[in-house]
């Protein structure tokens, strides 16, 4: 059920654009924060709000991956697959994941607690390997990390929202670099100093 | 320093700030700096007076174009000359997009900046608009990153309050609108077209080009889009001028960038170099050298779209042409970094995955192209191909590239014909052997353990 609040603010966001249907993404956001999935209701209010087609609200639904169109767990493990996770270990990660949850990918736990989910790239590739809870990043993640976040959660504490673990003074690691910069000549082995 | 080849040239030039200067990544360490006041505190929003008091529109676009700027989302256009197509009048409103639909696989600089120092790139949003006469910018930002997109959110909420945005900016008379938007899972989106349909809430299907979108773009209005690096180096080049940013970096290749360092290095991480560093300097120097002291394999320079490049290229210069003579592309900087353990069939398998699980399926050579190639993939890791395989991942690279709706389609090849070539005796041995070279697939049986392709 969208409630009259919720529209109003679907209202409110669609007025930001010159045409009213580009609030089509941003509001399918919001009903799905009202309603935990985008329903029928909450495409018929979008429809509504955007002045478009139920039909053309469904092909935006069906077209793009955050959109829910069935309940998911309390909380949804979103596990990075893409190719720096990959390289750092992402699909052990994934797989403890699934031993401790006792779901496959893709799956949701018999108590609604977790959903388990592969995803792609999240831009996080220096603090790999990643995942997102609900939406908020956890980085650097070992198994035994991953063993005490469940507990976490399990314990209803939410993942906190903050920036990423950035390396904001690079420069200061680099002591050498300056030197290296013209080119050494050399060339053929990449091995660590 | 003076040949041809477009060598870094630390040496022989003055450096106004150093060999290391930071301008898109200055003042993110400081706290708070994500909050107007602590970000006014340290000289922002000094540049958007500037150019709003010291430059007319032309100016500014010239200043741009002076300092070399080019884009820093991979297809690296001087953004001055992008600019400068758009036509003088138009009858339909003109639009500024910054993309900051970051999700190039090894690439996370966007939402660095995004999540630490939002207000950057709002003034880059305001400076680009002015300059292009925009009056409605969009910062288009990817779904999956929620907490950047909140942080630009207020960002713009706090310019709005403290006159930044909206009407008669600083006294100017000049007028913009910002609004914030966000996209909902695809990376087909990063493709401007694709990100204007979404943005006009519909399929983020790619358009035809032409016409390109600074003729017919968002709403047929003419339009800039802009990657959200790009923008958020423009307070730094006001600021400076465009002499200073460009005496940095190669000729052609001028000033500096994020680096994204990621795989098997020691300190993986964002680093802003001058264009032109030898990518030796960010791997050993900056990157710390391979992770447990193995040996280097191959890197990818440009995100996961481009091809590979071997160890004995180490010292390609990080710039664009460089990389363009090398084989490769500068891309969009995201330099992922392969040891020796790594098993090059399982990589491009995994990238060629994320390649058919982002095809929009518009057109058939990419849907069908990806789809196939991943099966090809999947049975050659596994033990299960034939040595026929190999050319025919090749035959059907080569029926894709160039013959895709959008540049998707020629991204995903780039991995699997550049591997092939360099590593062909790799993908030979799968077939013989029935195992992998190297990494755990080398000891095992490995044909049980197919992941089936609904798994994932």
Known sequence: MITEEVKARMREICARYPDPRSGTLPCLHLAQEAEGYVTPDGIAAVSEVTGTKIDEVESVVTFYSMYDRAPTGKYAIKVCTSISCYLRGCDGLMEHFEQRLGIQRGQTTADGSFTLQGVECLAACGMAPVLQVNGEFVENVTTADADALIERLKRGEAVAAQPGAWNVLPSKTGASAQQTAAGSGSAQTGKAK | ???SVDTITTENKTLPLGPYP????????????DRIEVYREHGGYAALAKALQSFQ????????????LRGRGGAGFATGMKWSFLPPTSPKPRYLIVNCDESEPGTFKDRMIMELNPHMLVEGVIIGSYATKVHHAFIYVRGELAFAGRQVERAVREAYAAGLIGKNILGSGYDLEITVSRGAGAYICGEESALMESLEGRRGYPRLKPPFPAVVGLYG?????????????????????????GAYGTEKSKGTRIYCLSGHVNRPG??????????RTLVEDFGGGMRGG????????????????LPNQLDTPMDFESMAAAGTMLGSGG?????????????????????????????????EGTFWLVQLLERLE??????????????????????CFCPLGDAATSSIMSSIKLFRDEYIHHVRAHACLVGPGATRAHAASVTPVSAR
């Open chain 2, 57 to 68: 529109p032309e100016q500014l676009v010239e200043e741009v174009k002076q300092s070399g």
């Open chain 2, 1 to 3: 320093m003076a040949d």
């Open chain 2, 22 to 33: 930071r301008f898109v990544t200055r003042n993110m360490d400081v706290p708070g700096i």
């Open chain 2, 294 to 309: 193995k040996q280097l394999k191959a890197i990818i320079p440009g995100g996961s779209s481009v091809p590979f490049l």
């Open chain 2, 270 to 279: 964002n680093y802003e170099l001058p264009l032109g560093t030898p990518l």
């Open chain 2, 382 to 403: 596994h033990g299960g191909g034939k040595e026929s395989d190999i050319d025919l991942l090749n035959d059907i690279c080569d029926n894709m590239l160039g013959k």
């Open chain 2, 335 to 367: 330099v992922i970094v392969l040891d020796e353990d790594t098993c090059i069939v399982g990589a491009v398998l995994r990238m060629t995955e994320f390649y058919r699980d982002e095809s929009c399926g518009k057109c058939t050579p990419c849907r």
């Open chain 2, 221 to 245: 209005g003419p339009t800039v889009i802009n990657n959200t690096e790009t923008i958020s180096t423009l307070p730094a080049i006001v600021e400076h001028g465009a002499a200073v940013y």
